[in-house]
Each structure stands twice: as structure tokens, then as C-alpha cells.
């Protein structure tokens, strides 16, 4: 019965074998192999149980021809005898394919036949090519296929279903057009390729976590909208050529999930595009030639931990830095540093400060970060002291205490939605601040400011010159006249008033500047209700945070270019019911007294409204029409009163959110 047995299986091989080889087609011919050893042998013949193999670094110049197909005889030894021991009801599809390290120079085409596939893993071998077979795997989810010599990706490719794709260390030129079509991707790494320019279709990665891009030869990035990556937590740009991020230097760039962003090793001049990043922790700007950047662009980066700007051009320490009171370290080595803010002393959690390589003078030479920040507390000098105001400024505060004491209020106005209610440093700091002066006091300081001499700004740098940025900040300003305009030469596309007295803004600067002004800087000033009569057609960003704003009128001017509108930390009680801004898509208003939101309102005056911040208000209740809002793409609602959703639904996040909300929406 055994001998019978044996030579039916003999026959039935040998007709196998006689009749596959004048049939088989040229492109399934595999090239000449040695014969793989018992080891492979071994677990091509447990993975017909296990539905998975490994046969990384087993110096492979193909996969052995008993994994495609059960009777072949590849082996030193019988196969048959091998088989023979599977039953054919123990037998499971292939779902996990390894082979890394080895020589492979193609990928054999019958890998297609595994349609049960999931994870295809070839890293590290001398794979040239991608066979456009491989679309019929309509399981893969992992593909890995980095330090290979692949100079092209197929259309085909981009039809599977792919959530990790690994493509490092290639001869990439390029990727296809329709990229935008691997809609469940959510890591690609194209680190050390040779890619120059990335696809429009790039954007449509909405379920992207980590695209690493280093080491390639990108100069810009334009054609691809950042802000649509909403999932977007990891963002490698270093190594490049990169002179531009966006084709506006003004357009902000909103990723609300991002937490590391590496742009070091590039040709960077300048950064002036705003990072609405509140879970940004990790940002890298070194080795580039960024001179400045500008006031306000990292404001919406609370939770900032680490910020590497060494190797640049810095003239100067970028002014939000004195408002990051999570950050840990700082790094300003090799940049034309001269002077250091002493409020920098102030930021609590700073651990490591590296100011070497800069025209800096009598630094401590020794004791390490401790010293130098105690060095630079001893240097806040007491305002009463400081020179005289500019015409139209304010007096100062009689005691250094009181410089302190600001800076700590203005650090903390800062706190995101991620630290729940409004802390009690932000709580003290607003109860000490001087009320709001009259309108005879400001009346009578405008004409005081009228009557004496004009005081000579400091003359705009080259990088404000070439920007058109008017930078008033931080000059205790009541008001504004025609002296203090009359100093800058251009019209200014970037206005910033930050740390003033101004009760209103001034009408002067629109009188002047209508047109031109993209963007408007008002933080902490004594505005005590929205300007009115704004009217700016060009404006795109207007920050109006940390001042009293209490009212907001239902009859506000139109600004038809608004993108960005910040008012968090003011005394808002209600938005109005309609918002002028047709093209809104980020709405700051944490820190507030907010009771209610009009959903029905935001859906129809700010249909595009991407990212909607209401952390630490008194909101009682989330209307489920929130979920109606197609564009939203970041929703904080902590610190607030409600009880629904509850606090483990926010901590998931904006989807989260949205979903419960659709669940509770009642269909008449």
C-alpha cells in the first residue's frame, strides 16, 4: 500500500515538473539559485501552519521555490518526506512574509498569489524594481521595502491598503502622482532618497501619523498643504535644501497633533509662518540662516519643550521664548547673539541653556545653565529706572517685582486647554494688573505725549525691512501718533503691538496702512471690548489674546481675508451670533467666560472653520450639532463645566469628540 502510495506522489511531481517548464512566462522566470539549506527548508515548512516566515539573513539570492509551491524538491534532502508530515487541513494562508538582509535582486512576481498577505517585509536587500503584481494584495498593510535600489514606485501601488510604508534608503527621484490615494497610511518614511519635489496629492494623506522625508533634495515643500496632515504627529524635513515651507510666508500652519518637527540641515532665511501646534513638544531649527522669527509665530505652541536654534544667524532670541513656561531647553549655539533677555531667567522649567558661539560678554564662565539663569534673574533691572517713554507710552511700574510679575502673567497666559482650568499664577496676575484708565487720563496722556519731544525708534533690521514688519511691542504705548509712523519707510505687511497700554487700536494705523496689514498683533494690551470698526480687507491673522475684552458686538466690521482670530485669555461671556469672517478656519478663544456655543451660528458664518479652541471656559452643555461641522479638524474642549462628553472622550481627541456628538444628534 506504501509503495503504491509513493509512486502515485512520484508520478504526479514529475507530470508537475514536466509541465510547468515549456508553459511557465519569461516574467516568472526566477534567476539560477543555490539550493537553500535544512534551516529554510525547515520554516518554509512550519509557515504552512503558522501563516508566517522569516527568512531574514539567510544570504538568499531568491526565495526558495518550495514556498510558492508545496511539491518542488529545493532541498539537500527529500521534500516530499517533509510535506508529507502537513496535513492538508492544517494547512493556512501566508499573512507574514520577512526576508530582509539578504541578496535578493527582484521580487519574484509569485508573491502575488499570497493574497491573504499582510505584512511583506524585503528591507536590506538589492531590490531594484517594483513588480506592478504586487496591487493584487489586496490584504497588505505593511510594506517595507528600505535600503534596496528602487528608482520608481508603480501607479499600481497606490491602490492597496497600506498603513506602513518603509521606503528609506533608496534611488528615489520621485513618487507617484497619486499618492493622495493611500488613504489609511499612517507612517511613510522616504528618509535618504533623492526626491526633489513631492506631489500636490501628498495632502490627501489625511490618516498620516509620520512622514519622514530627511536627506533628500527637496528646496521647497509649497505644493503640498501641510495643514490638511490633521493626524500628523511626526514631521522630518532635515537634510534638505528647503528655502520655503508655503507659498505664503504668512499662512499659518496648523497641525494639531504634531509633536516633533525637524527642519534642521537646510537653507531656511527666515520663518514667519505661524505654528498653531498646541501639542508641539520638539522643534528643531538648527543649520539653517534664520535671522529672526517673527513675534507671535510660536504663541500657539504652549506645550513647547525643546527648541534647537543653534547654528543660525539670531540676532536676537526670538520674543516668544520669554512666554514658554514648559520649556526645558534652549539652544542658541553659534548664532550673532549679542544680548540675552534677562525675563529668561524667569522661565521655570529650563534646565539646559546653551548660549556658546555667540558675541555675548561677561557671561559666567563656569557653572553651567544654574548660574547663568540665576545671573540673568540678578540683571532684571526695575523699570522705574529704564529710560524715558516713547511720546504716547505709558510710565513704567515703580519696582522690578512688578517687571517679574508681568512676565509671569504673560507666560502663563499661555496655558492650553492641555493644563484644565486657568492656573492661579494666570488668576493673581490679572488681579494685580492697573484698571483701565479713563478717557480723560488718556485724553490728557495724548496731549502730555503731543507736547514732548519725539523720541527716535530703533531703526527696523534688515529682516524687519525686507518683511515690512512693524514691530511696536513691548514699548508701554497709550497711543499712537504720527511721529512714532513717520520712522518706518514702508508699508508694513505685519503689525505688532504685544505688550502695550493701547485701550483701542489705533485708526491711524488704518488710515495708513489698510491694504498692506496681513497681520495684526495686539497681545496684552487694555482693550476692554473688539475693536469695531476694523478694517483691514487684507488681514489674515489678528491675535487680540491676553487683554479684557469683555464684549464683542453683534455689529462688527467684515474682514473677508481673516484666517486666524485669537482671543483667548479676555473676559468674552458670548460670541456673537454672527461672525463677519467668511473665511475663518482658526478660532481661539481659550480662557474665557463662555456659557454657551452656537453651533448653528458657526456652521453658517465660518463653514471652513478648521480648528475651534474653548478650553477653560464655564460652557455648561456641547451641543451634538458641533459634529455638523465638516471642516473641524482640532476641538478643544477641556476645563469647562459640563459633565458630557466626559473627560476620558476628550483626552482621545478631536475624532472622539466628533463621533460622540453625531451620536446624540436627534433626526426628526
Partial sequence: MNSSLASVMAARRAALQASSAPTSKPSQQQPSQRKPSTAVLKAVLASRTSGRINLSNCSLDALPASLFDPAADDGPTSHSSHSSAVAWWDVVDLTRLVAADNCLSLIDPR?????????????NNAIEAVPDCLASLANLSVLNLSFNRIAALPEALCSLPLVDLQLASNCLRSLPADIGRLSRLSTLELADNQIAALPPSLSALAALQKLGLAKNHLVSIDLVSLSSLVRLTELNLSYNRIESVSASPTDPICLPALALLDIKHNKLAAWSNP?????LRDACFAFNRITSINDGVLAACPLLEILDLRDNAFVAVPSDVLSMRLLKRL???????SRLQPEIGLIECINVLLVSGNPLRGLPSSGGTVRLL????????PVSTSPSPLPGSAPAPPA????????NASMSSLSFSSFGAPSAASASASATE???RSKAAAASAAASSRSSPPTVLPAPSQQETASRVMDLSRLRLVAIDETVLDQFSYAPSSINLSQNQLADIPSLLQDRYARSVSSLVARQNQLVAFPMHLSFPNLKILDLSGNRISVMPETLAELPSLDDLNLSFNQLTALPRRLPFPRLTILMASDNRLVAIDAQSLRECVPGLQVLDL???????????LALLKSIRSLQLNGNTFRVPRPAILQRGTDAILEY???????A
Wanted: aromatic share 4%; net charge negative; with cysteine.
Fill in 331 to 337: 539652544d542658541l549655539t553659534n548664532n550673532n547673539i
Fill in 111 to 123: 508573491i502575488a498569489d499570497f493574497g491573504a498577505l499582510t505584512v511583506l517585509d524585503l528591507h
Fill in 400 to 407: 522690578a517685582s512688578a517687571s517679574a510679575s508681568s512676565l
Fill in 275 to 279: 505654528l498653531v501646534c498646541p501639542q
Fill in 434 to 436: 492697573p484698571a483701565p
Fill in 374 to 381: 540665576e545671573y540673568l534673574r540678578k540683571r532684571i533691572v
Fill in 615 to 625: 478650553s477653560n471656559n464655564s460652557i455648561a452643555s456641547v451641543p451634538p450639532e
Fill in 661 to 667: 456628538l453625531a451620536g446624540r444628534i436627534v433626526v
